[in-house]
């Protein structure tokens, strides 16, 4: 708590801003809803990458500035999200995979209101990889994630999240020789033992 408010104190003292007071100005501004409704108008298209590392207050914001992510009729920008939630590793900056999931459904609720099609487009494929590479990835990735059953589609309070096998999108030139993969575990000296496999490699 001390460092907090030292933290606080010095920003005002050099008339600083960090990310935090950022959005927290942003979401304050958007709050009054004249202002809101005329950017809102400047904005056809919004696009968010790595959507599984929103947290709670950048969701609020974009709930502000997309209001179909509330379900509400208030006109504002198509949203077009990308996000895996396999690689949401931000938890510890309040980053909450479930906005992941709630987006998406609010997204595909939308669209099906509107048309047809819901939007969603599941993206497997990877085109940083070719197969040999994609068999090790899913190999070791699909023994750390185990056996977790994802949630259904409209769960949104749980964090679990299963694996989802990456199909490879490069074809390369077959080698033989196209190097080794080591896994390195130990429990009780991991750093010692990923140093000594560094070593003997």
């Not at 709050?31 to 809101?36: D, L, R, S």
């Not at 998406?104 to 940083?128: C, F, K, V």
């Not at 040999?132 to 409209?154: A, M, Q, R």
């Amino acid at each position: 708590m001390v460092a907090s408010v030292g933290y606080s104190a010095r920003k005002r003292e050099r008339n600083a801003l960090d990310f935090d007071d950022m959005i927290r100005m942003v979401i304050d501004l958007l709050g009054n809803n004249e202002i809101a409704t005329s950017i809102r108008s400047g904005i056809r298209y919004l696009m968010v990458d790595e959507f599984q590392d929103t947290d709670p207050e950048q969701y609020r914001l974009l709930e502000l500035l997309v209001p179909a992510l509330t379900q509400s009729a208030v006109a504002g920008p198509n949203l077009f999200i990308v996000g895996d939630d396999k690689q949401s590793i931000y938890g510890f900056r309040d980053a909450d995979v479930r906005l992941f999931r709630k987006a998406t459904q609010a997204i595909r609720m939308e669209n099906l209101a509107a048309n047809a099609d819901d939007g969603y487009r599941p993206l497997a494929r990877s085109y940083r990889m070719h197969q040999d590479l994609c068999t090790v990835v899913n190999g070791i990735c699909s023994h750390i994630f185990g056996s977790v059953e994802g949630p259904e589609p409209d769960d949104l309070f749980s964090y679990d999240v299963s694996y989802s096998a990456l199909v490879a999108g490069l074809t390369v030139p077959h080698f033989d020789n196209v190097g080794t993969c080591s896994v390195v575990y130990d429990e009780e000296n991991e750093i010692g033992t990923v140093a000594n496999t560094i070593v003997q490699i």
